[in-house]
């Protein structure tokens, strides 16, 4: 058993809790200004809360990554996927470097047919040590929103993907919030969101993912939630959903069927369907990494399980 803490560690234990609390409820004010309303209400039990319209969408990895873009579209329309996220480097070829004709060909595409472009998958990171590394991530990111917003989507997908061993943690978080709040100014003049993934080494800890949101403060910059196995660490499922719940924008669920993927889903989606936050657009994108033989028969079932949870 461990020795009890000291009187005088408790009291710095409580003023530090105090002043993390006090640091969150003046952000989510800031954050409530910048959108003309209160992104915080009081809380209310889940049975209370107004229900949410949840969409499923595909996300191109790896499931649609062999994919040309005519041939991804029809496949979401065939088996009612409503949108698709469209992660860099896959065969669909939707990319900042796209010439004038070919983005006026994909907006077409996107405009012909019931899909929605939900956005784009960069995968722009801010953690480097190396300065120009963090600026050129940045410029990048700015091109995958100009393209966004250019082809109808509404936000672009970016993620922390670890920390630096030689600095110290916070000022990572640090380092990675203060890019996120300049790109959210950015987003926010082309109506885009930055969609932060809840990714990487150490960044995909609940604690450091609050921290580098706090930081960011920014009400077009919001989480992309990733149903990783470390939401289930520390405090628990609730508490750790809880903890990013205010700044929920879209969901990267996994394969929904029975057997496939252990994760608390019906918890997940008891949450998600009377999620408050201001930014929350109701996506949820199916990314698994293990490919079915059959890409649209599992899609379907993917759908049908879908249509279950999120009633």
Known sequence: MSAPKSANALSK??????????????GAVRASNALGGAV???????????????????????????????????????????GVELRSTHRHGVEPSMSAEARREAKKLFADSKVVLVGL???????AVDQGVVKKNIE??????????????????????????????EKTLEQIGEALHGLGDYA?????????????????????????????????VVVCWNCNPTDLQGAGFEANYDALSPWMG????????????????????????VCEAKGFTGWC??????????????????HTVFTQMKR
Not at 13 to 26: E, G, K, P
Not at 73 to 82: K, R, S
């Open 188 to 220: 926010a003049k082309l109506g885009q969101q930055i969609r932060v993934e809840v990714h990487g080494a150490g960044t995909q800890e609940i604690p450091n993912m609050r921290k580098i949101m706090e930081v960011a403060n920014h009400p077009s």
């Open 121 to 127: 998958g960069s995968a722009c990171e801010y953690h």
């Open 13 to 26: 234990s409580h003023r530090r809790t105090f002043i993390a609390n006090s640091l969150l409820v003046a």
């Open 40 to 82: 915080y209400a009081q809380p209310k039990t889940l049975a209370s809360r107004a229900p949410v319209a949840l969409k499923l969408g595909l996300v191109t990895y790896q499931w649609g990554k062999d994919m040309a873009l005519k041939d991804l579209i029809a496949t979401c329309e065939q088996t009612q996927f409503e």
């Open 285 to 302: 994108l199916l990314e698994d990494g293990a490919t079915p033989s059959d890409i649209p028969a599992a899609m379907r079932e993917n």
């Open 140 to 169: 990048e990111t700015k091109a995958f929103l100009d393209l966004s917003a250019e082809l109808g989507g509404s936000g672009v997908k970016v993620r922390p993907n670890g920390l630096p061993k030689e600095v110290p943690v």
């Open 250 to 273: 879209t969901v990267h669920i996994h394969d929904l069927r029975p057997g496939k993927v252990n994760y608390p889903w019906d918890k997940l989606f008891e949450r998600l369907r």
